[in-house]
C-alpha cells in the first residue's frame, strides 16, 4: 500500500504542478486514503503525509469550493492524528496496551 500510495501522490504532484497549483479531487482522494490507511494501520505509509494533509487544508480554505468541504473536514481530522508520526514511527499495539495485573479474586 505504501509503495502504490506514493507513486499515486507523485503522479499528482506532477499534475498539480502543471496545474499551477491547483488540487483536483482525483489527488485529494488519494491524500485521504493515504490519511485513513495511515491511520487504520497506525503507521507512515507517506512519509510527508501531515505536511500534505495541512498544504492541501490551507489550499481548500483558499478556494472556498464547497464541493470539497468535506475533504477539508476529514483532512483536520486526521492531521492530529498524524501529526504524532511525524516526531518518530508509530507504537505498537503492545506498547499502547496497559498490561493487567492482578487476578480476578483481588
Same mark, same amino acid.
Given at each position: 500500500?505504501?509503495?502504490? #500510495? /506514493?507513486? %499515486?501522490? +507523485?503522479?499528482? !504532484?506532477? @499534475? &498539480?504542478?502543471?496545474?499551477? *497549483? ?18 487504520a494501520m497506525s503507521a ?8 500534505? #494533509? /495541512?498544504? %492541501?487544508? +490551507?489550499?481548500? !480554505?483558499? @478556494? &472556498?469550493?464547497?464541493?470539497? *468541504?468535506s475533504y477539508a473536514r ?33
Open positions: 500500500a505504501s509503495s502504490w #500510495l /506514493r507513486q %499515486a501522490l +507523485a503522479r499528482s !504532484d506532477d @499534475l &498539480r504542478a502543471r496545474h499551477h *497549483g491547483v488540487y483536483d479531487q482525483d489527488e485529494l482522494d488519494v491524500l485521504w486514503l493515504a490519511a485513513h490507511l495511515s491511520s507512515s505509509l507517506v512519509p510527508d503525509l501531515p505536511k500534505r #494533509l /495541512r498544504a %492541501a487544508s +490551507a489550499a481548500l !480554505d483558499r @478556494l &472556498r469550493e464547497p464541493a470539497f *468541504g476529514w483532512f483536520e481530522v486526521y492531521e492530529p492524528l498524524l501529526g504524532a508520526e511525524v516526531a518518530g514511527p508509530a507504537s505498537t499495539v503492545a506498547e499502547r496496551t496497559t498490561p493487567v495485573t492482578g487476578t480476578l479474586a483481588e
